[in-house]
T-cell receptor, first 113, second 111 residues
């Protein structure tokens, strides 16, 4: 089983749609969870951290289910500018000298006018 | 504008060349990273420096040699690369917790 697995995509949705991305991770001891977005030929950028209680930032909602080792990202009222690759990211620890992030393969989202 | 600066943005090198990639951050981060990203693939970790010491080497071939001269600078020395090493090389930094911040990368082509 891969460390981080995501929906393969791609997703093509109209403007205004709600879209959900799912991700599972294999290491039950993982401590930190994130969603990054990456635009074509650009670097990945942190979209949001994911907490056990769930968190929301405007149109974006992230959820974590530790028991199922599952992470999700919901985008409501999608905009053309949301078109990007969304990367699920996990760290085996919460910090320290061996802190590193492992990336899922990413899911490409295209929002159409 | 990214807070992690990488130079050069593009590099073409021959298989017998020696070149270096450079990275700088002034956010006071104590960890710096090199990731490699091939087209349509996720970033793959190569090295982690924590407090200027190499803490993680993900079994990277010795033709890639990292160096951390101080807490703000990170270099990646390249020697005798192969065409399959062509990729986007991303530098990043972090506080050793939370998310990491990437530079815009060096797009490397080995001919």
């Amino acid at each position: 089983r891969k460390e981080v697995e995501q929906d393969p995509g791609p997703f093509n949705v109209p403007e205004g749609a709600t879209v959900a991305f799912n991700c599972t991770y294999s290491n039950s001891a993982s401590q930190s969870f994130f969603w990054y977005r990456q635009d074509c030929r650009k670097e990945p950028k942190l979209l949001m951290s994911v907490y056990s209680s769930g968190n929301e930032d405007g149109r974006f909602t992230a959820q974590l289910n530790r028991a199922s080792q599952y992470i999700s990202l919901l985008i409501r009222d999608s905009k053309l500018s949301d078109s990007a690759t969304y990367l699920c990211v996990v760290s085996p620890n919460s910090g320290g000298s061996n802190y590193k992030l492992t990336f899922g393969k990413g899911t490409l989202l295209t929002v159409n006018p | 504008d990214t807070e992690v600066t990488q130079t050069p943005k593009h590099l073409v090198m021959g298989m017998t060349n020696k070149k270096s990639l450079k990275c700088e951050q002034h956010m006071g981060h104590r960890a710096m990273y090199w990731y490699k990203q091939k087209a349509k693939k996720p970033p793959e970790l190569m090295f982690v420096y924590s407090y200027e010491k190499l803490s993680i080497n993900e079994s990277v071939p010795s033709r890639f040699s990292p160096e951390c001269p101080n807490s703000s600078l990170l270099n990646l020395h390249l020697h005798a690369l192969q065409p399959e090493d062509s990729a986007l090389y991303l530098c990043a930094s972090s506080l050793l917790r939370d998310g990491i911040t990437f530079g815009s990368g060096t797009r490397l082509t080995v001919v």
